[in-house]
């Protein structure tokens, strides 16, 4: 098999169409079924439905393309790193995020450490789960990976042994939503029995969802809530928010534009505050000169 076949078929996956994919190919439209032919000969498995207008995707094919296009990504994150190494260049350091802290966080904190120039945010990483960026890690699809990390005892069903850690910074997960007319919060904690609270929620076993449970548990007054929706995301649950669905708990580097403007308000006190640290993560098997120079220069944060 050959990577330019799996090149073809994210082509022809995303025109639906086999001339269009050949001519972005820049080969003859016959040339071009045949390599797709070889490839579905070579998976054992029909990947393109053809008695569809536009083309469709088998069930195979849809899980064929998720896999063509992580293979093309790493061949291509390879082939970058080998020539600068060839070429001589210093080396950038690839850093996984949430996307949340992209906008919030990162530029900040490379400014801080004089590093924005040799450490490039790894884009693909914005849709991540927690434990994607240790997968991650691993794979060394990345070099390092920065998470929010509960402050208190949490259970997280996530392995970071083969890794180590740098706090970095700190966050607040703050209780907000959207003012009435009167600037006053439409719905406010800790709700009651017979009123809960309209919360947009994270998943459960989230990172961000584990984090809100367990502090939770650990005050001593109780919390009515009902959960109006589940997202992984920061930003969705904020825009959720914005429009006046509930209230969720969302870093508060994140709101405080609309904090300031009035556009959202804390639906709670401070007691309702969760503690995050924000942790820079590495992978104790991979090391090269400009990893372990950042790393030796950085101070790990306590509170």
């Known amino acids: 098999m050959e990577l330019r076949w799996l090149e073809d078929f994210i082509a022809l996956a995303r025109t639906r169409h086999f001339s269009r994919a050949a001519d972005e190919q820049h080969v003859t439209q016959p040339t ?3 390599r797709i032919k070889l490839l579905e000969e070579e998976m054992g498995v029909t990947l393109i439905n053809r008695q569809t207008l536009p083309l469709s995707l088998t069930p195979a094919g849809e899980e064929f393309l998720t896999l063509c296009e992580q293979i093309t990504d790493r061949v291509r994150l390879t082939r970058d790193r080998v020539r600068e190494i ?3 260049q210093q080396r950038r350091i690839m ?4 996307q949340s802290l992209l906008p919030h966080f990162l530029p900040e904190w490379l400014s801080s450490i004089g590093w924005q120039e040799r450490i490039q945010p790894y884009l693909r990483a914005t849709g991540w789960v927690a434990s994607d960026y240790f997968q991650a890690l691993s794979r060394a699809e990345c070099d390092l990976a920065i998470c929010y990390w509960p402050v208190g005892r949490c259970d997280l069903d996530i392995d970071t042994r083969a890794c180590v850690h ?3 910074g700190f966050e607040r997960l703050i209780p907000v939503t959207a003012p009435t007319d009167q600037g006053e919060p439409t719905t406010q ?3 009651t029995y017979q009123q809960p609270v309209r919360w947009l929620a994270y998943p ?7 984090a809100v449970k367990a502090h939770l548990a650990r005050l001593s007054q109780s919390s009515y809530l009902s959960p109006q929706s589940e997202n ?6 904020k825009e959720l928010v914005l429009l006046g669905y509930g209230m969720s708990w969302l870093p508060e580097r ?3 534009s609309e904090l300031a403007s009035g556009a959202l308000v804390r639906a709670g006190d401070r007691r309702w505050d969760v503690p995050m640290e924000l942790r820079l993560y590495r992978h104790q098997s991979q090391h090269h000169a400009e990893l372990e120079k950042l790393w030796s220069e950085l101070p790990s944060l306590r509170l």
């Open 232 to 237: 992984l995301y920061a930003a969705g649950i």
């Open 95 to 98: 850093v996984a995020a949430p």
């Open 189 to 191: 904690l800790p709700g």
């Open 254 to 256: 994140n709101v405080a």
């Open 166 to 168: 740098r706090v970095i």
């Open 204 to 210: 459960k076993r989230g990172l961000l969802g584990s």
């Open 86 to 88: 060839n070429a001589g």
């Open 32 to 34: 071009f079924s045949r």
